[in-house]
């Protein structure tokens, strides 16, 4: 096994080209039979192999910058960089992350975990290499998916007017960036990409160079090839920026693709090297449905990735939008590249003139909601909590100023898992209800998403429904439209929380009262605008007060009840913030994460009972 010899990539440049080959296919055998035991991220990575091994077998990545878009396409990356013996712990807590991560290794040059962002941060690299007057590459290694972002633009855009030396690597798996059309076309594709006509334009460079008024007639020559290129060859986006252009290169040649980026090292300039893979490749079930094998869990990969359709919010969410579509034709749903994961595809299936995925632009999809609700209709973006705050200026300067009809559907609130800090729905609370006129309402099972829809789709102004990844846990009757309810009573302390955490305190309060504690448990359906009066009750009766929640301290609900009560005379005689104070929270399933946070109901019943003793 020749991935067995590979402690760095040192070793991938000590091997024979023959050889290369051999360790592609090791590195994805190597690959299922990981990911098969832990679950991850599969498909992207099976694509990425050569061209990770190519990066590694030209560039010195402890020096070198690699950026990675995304970044969950950073397994091959890992394994040849010396992690390959912890994969068994990947994802897991305290284990190998599923993302690029610098405090892990040098080899990981930034964090990422959302998309778009990858040629900024490398010019920005770039420029610091300059200013700084040291010596190292910059490769920005961005997947066509990433494209949809607008900031990716932004930054090819400065990246190619700046002339600094970098090298955007553009993984096309799937969407065709300036399609190459007709037979010469593709007749000058393969030129580009043959070792003779980059020779041959290297020593043409070189004789003019040495000529007198060489320069002069090279420059001249070179308006009249890029004006007859445009003419024939349609590729001019990224040479119009400033780009030498490259491609399309077959991804999975390694040859082609060691011998193009040695070329690419020599430029000294902008270059946007366009490479071609498949998602999924090397493993039948991955190329055939690559996005149902983007994020697995674990499987048998003799038996292939087994669809479970399961029930969660993620699907209550998208069935019951379908119902009230049927109902109210004005009624649309957005999504921003997530269908499946936030449970719209039914609706686009039922509802086709009224589905729109925007692509990976969640700024862009909250204006085009906001436009459309200006307009009469009633959209739902439905988004993951932590890409929805790269849409944060919109929901006030578009939605919020205007007071628009627009519904938020924010999916993975709170604490989500394997995928760590970048995707953790801890932010939202904080903003979403500091904007005015925002209501924000948090079910806590099926029952309470599906009625709490239906009001929200009939509300005034902006409103954001907040849902965990995943089930229910307990089942909660359909909510009233009350904005709090006492589902415990009790005279010695006050137990709040919102959504799902609320089921922590219950069990809490039934270890509290084998200790002769009455706890009484206030659970809030609405978080913006906040329900004082019911929390004020309980707190003047008890006397004490913790709030519980998975997110952070400052801005958090806890504070804002505080702040609230003080106000109103209701000072507590105690008050306890359950939260994650003003840390980033790591990886692990969500129930490790809560235990080790002091989230769950015996760190609760612990912190009470310190306090009620007191």
């Known amino acids: 096994m020749i991935l067995e010899q590979i402690s760095s990539p040192a070793d991938v440049k000590r091997l024979e080209r ?3 080959p051999v360790l592609c296919a090791e590195l994805r055998q ?15 990575n099976l694509g990425a192999v050569e061209l990770t091994v190519a990066i590694h077998r030209l560039y010195d990545t402890s020096r070198d910058r690699l950026v990675l878009d995304v970044g969950h396409q950073c397994y091959v990356h890992k394994a040849l960089t010396g992690r390959r013996e912890l994969f068994s712990t990947l994802r897991q807590f305290g284990g190998l992350s599923g993302f690029p991560k610098p405090e892990e290794s040098g080899h990981d040059a930034f964090v990422a975990g959302h998309a778009s962002n990858s040629v900024s941060v490398a010019l920005g690299m770039a420029r610091a290499r300059t200013l700084l007057g040291e010596d190292y ?65 290297k020593g043409y460079h070189a004789v003019l160079e040495r000529l007198p008024g060489g320069r002069r007639l090279y420059r001249f020559n070179h308006k009249i090839k890029s004006g007859m290129k445009r003419a024939i060859y349609p590729c001019s986006l990224f040479e119009d920026m400033g780009f030498a252009y490259l491609g399309p290169v077959d991804g999975h040649n390694i040859e082609q693709l060691c011998t193009t980026l040695s070329w690419v090292k020599e430029m000294g300039r902008p270059v946007l090297l366009h490479v071609r893979t498949k998602k999924g490749r090397g493993y039948p079930d991955a190329e055939k449905r690559p996005e149902r094998c983007h994020g697995v869990p674990p499987f048998d990969p003799a038996v292939g990735i087994v669809e479970q359709q399961s029930v969660d919010f993620s699907y209550v969410l998208g069935h019951e939008l ?27 299936a039922a509802w086709p003139k009224r589905f729109f995925d925007v692509g990976i632009a969640e700024g862009h999809a909250v204006s085009m909601c906001a436009g459309m609700a200006k307009q009469g209709m009633v959209p739902v973006f439905a988004v993951y909590s932590s890409f929805l705050q790269r849409g944060f200026d919109m929901l006030i300067h578009d939605i919020a100023l205007q007071h628009l009809h627009v519904v938020l559907a924010v999916d993975r609130a709170g604490l989500v898992g394997a995928d760590g800090p970048t995707h953790h729905g801890v932010q939202d609370v904080g903003y979403l209800t500091q904007i005015p006129g925002m209501t924000v309402l948090c079910p806590a099972s ?67 009262a084998q200790r002769g504690i009455g706890a009484e448990v206030v659970k809030l359906h609405r978080i913006a605008p906040l329900p004082l009066e019911t929390v004020l009750a309980s707190v003047r009766k008890t006397g004490r007060l913790l ?12 504070q804002q009840l505080a702040a609230a009560l003080a106000l109103a005379g209701g000072i507590p005689g105690a008050l306890i913030l359950k939260n994650l104070k003003d840390g ?11 235990r080790a946070l002091g989230l769950d ?8 009972v310190r306090a009620v003793g007191d």
């Open 18 to 20: 023959g050889e290369l």
């Open 30 to 44: 190597f690959l299922v039979e990981s990911v098969a035991r832990t679950g991850g991220h599969l498909a992207s």
């Open 137 to 201: 590459s910059v490769i920005a290694l961005i997947g066509d998916g990433a494209l949809t972002g607008g900031l990716a633009y932004e930054g090819l855009s400065d990246a190619g007017a700046s002339g600094e030396p970098l090298v955007v690597v553009l993984n096309d798996n799937g969407m065709s960036i300036n399609a190459n059309v007709g037979g010469v076309a593709e007749h000058l594709s393969r030129l580009r990409v043959r070792p003779g006509y980059y020779q041959f334009k």
């Open 322 to 348: 379908v119902e009230l579509a049927g109902e109210n034709k004005k009624i649309c749903a957005v999504t921003a590249a997530m269908a499946e994961g936030t449970g719209l595809q039914e609706f686009s």
């Open 446 to 512: 099926f029952a309470e998403l599906r009625s709490m829809l239906r009001s929200a789709v009939t509300l005034d102004g902006p409103v954001a429904l907040r849902y965990p990844r995943g089930g229910e846990g307990r089942a909660y009757p359909a909510w009233d439209g009350a904005p709090a309810a006492v589902l415990r009573e009790g005279g010695d302390i006050t137990l709040a929380s919102y959504g799902v955490l609320t089921g922590e305190l219950l069990d809490a309060a039934d270890i509290l």
């Open 547 to 558: 709030v519980l929640e998975d997110g952070y301290e400052t801005g958090g609900i806890g």
């Open 584 to 594: 980033f929270a790591p990886q692990g399933t969500v129930t490790e994460l809560r």
């Open 601 to 608: 109901a015996k760190a609760v019943a612990e912190a009470v």
